[in-house]
C-alpha cells in the first residue's frame, strides 16, 4: 500500500470524537433519522465552545480497532447517517449555529441495502442542503474524503484540510481501478488533484494544517473559530453565493 495512505489509515489518526470533545466541552449528541434508525459512523449534535459560542457538528469516523470499524462500516456513511446530518442541519439553521463537520471516509456505502433505500437521492438531498445552508458551514478533512458524501460535505464556505489528507470525487484505489490498471494506487494519487497542496493551488482549499504538530487538536479548534468568525458577519445570500463562488472558480481553473 501507499506509505501515504498507511498514514491516512492508521489505527492511531486522528478522529472527529477526539476533536470534537476538545472543541465542544458541552455536547449533546443527536442520533437516528427517525426512520430507518442510527448510522454510527456518523458523530452529530449541538454544543458550546469554551466562550459559550453555540456549534452544530458532524463527524465521520472510520473508528480505531477491528470492531469499531465494523460497527462503523470503515466510515462509509449509510442513508440514516446523510439524513441524520439533513435534521441536525435544519436545526443549525432555525437556531442559527455555525456548522462544523469532520471528515475521514472512504465513500458512502455502495451495499444493495444503501441503494434500496435511496443512497444516491439522500446524497443529493445533501449536496443541495448543505450548499443552500442559510448559516455558515466549515468542513476540516482529517483524512480521506471520497465519493458523493465527501463532496456534501465540502459544499462548505470554508474548507480545511491536514496536510496529508486527500480529498477527491473517487478514493485512489477507484481511480486506479476505473482506468484499468493504467495506473497504480500512488500514481493515482498524484494524477489528479486530490492532496491538500494541489487543491490549495486551485482555491479550493482556505487553510493547510500540518498533521505532525505536538498539539494538533487545540490548533484544529483555534483555526475552526479564526475560520468563522468573517464568515459571522455574511447574510445568508453572501453566504449561499460564497459556496457556489468558490467552487465556479476551482471549475474555471480546471484543465480541458
Do not use: C
Not at 32 to 39: A, Q, T
Not at 159 to 177: G, I, Q, T
Request: glycine content about 8%; aromatic content about 4%; hydrophobic content about 45%.
Amino acid at each position: 500500500m501507499d506509505k501515504r495512505l498507511q498514514r491516512l489509515r492508521a489505527a492511531d489518526r486522528l478522529s472527529a470524537p477526539t476533536v470534537i470533545e476538545a472543541l465542544l466541552p458541552t455536547f449533546v449528541a443527536q442520533h437516528g433519522d427517525r426512520l430507518l434508525g442510527d448510522d454510527p459512523a456518523l458523530t452529530a449534535g449541538f454544543g458550546r465552545t469554551a466562550d459559550h459560542r453555540g456549534v452544530a457538528v458532524l463527524g465521520v469516523d472510520r473508528g480505531a480497532d477491528l470492531a469499531t470499524r465494523r460497527a462503523k462500516n470503515g466510515g462509509a456513511l449509510t442513508v440514516p447517517g446523510y439524513r441524520t446530518a439533513l435534521r441536525v442541519i435544519a436545526h443549525a439553521a432555525k437556531f442559527d449555529l455555525p456548522v462544523v463537520s469532520l471528515i475521514n471516509m472512504p465513500g458512502a456505502d455502495a451495499s444493495p441495502k444503501s441503494e434500496r433505500f435511496g443512497q444516491s437521492q439522500a446524497i443529493a438531498d445533501w449536496i443541495a442542503a448543505m450548499g443552500q445552508l442559510t448559516v455558515p458551514n466549515i468542513v476540516v478533512f482529517l483524512g480521506e474524503g471520497h465519493s458523493g458524501g465527501a463532496l456534501g460535505f465540502a459544499n462548505a464556505n470554508r474548507l480545511l484540510m491536514l496536510d496529508d489528507s486527500l480529498f477527491n470525487v473517487a478514493s485512489p484505489e477507484a481511480v486506479a481501478a476505473i482506468l484499468r490498471g493504467q495506473q497504480t494506487v500512488s500514481e493515482a494519487i498524484d494524477l489528479l488533484p486530490m492532496t491538500a497542496k494541489q487543491l490549495q493551488q486551485r482555491g479550493l482549499v482556505d487553510q493547510i494544517i500540518a498533521h505532525d504538530q505536538p498539539d494538533l487538536v487545540t490548533v484544529i479548534g483555534h483555526q475552526i473559530l479564526k475560520q468563522l468568525a468573517p464568515l459571522s458577519a455574511l447574510t445568508p445570500a453572501e453566504l449561499i453565493a460564497q459556496r457556489e463562488a468558490k467552487f465556479q472558480d476551482f471549475l474555471a481553473q480546471w484543465p480541458l
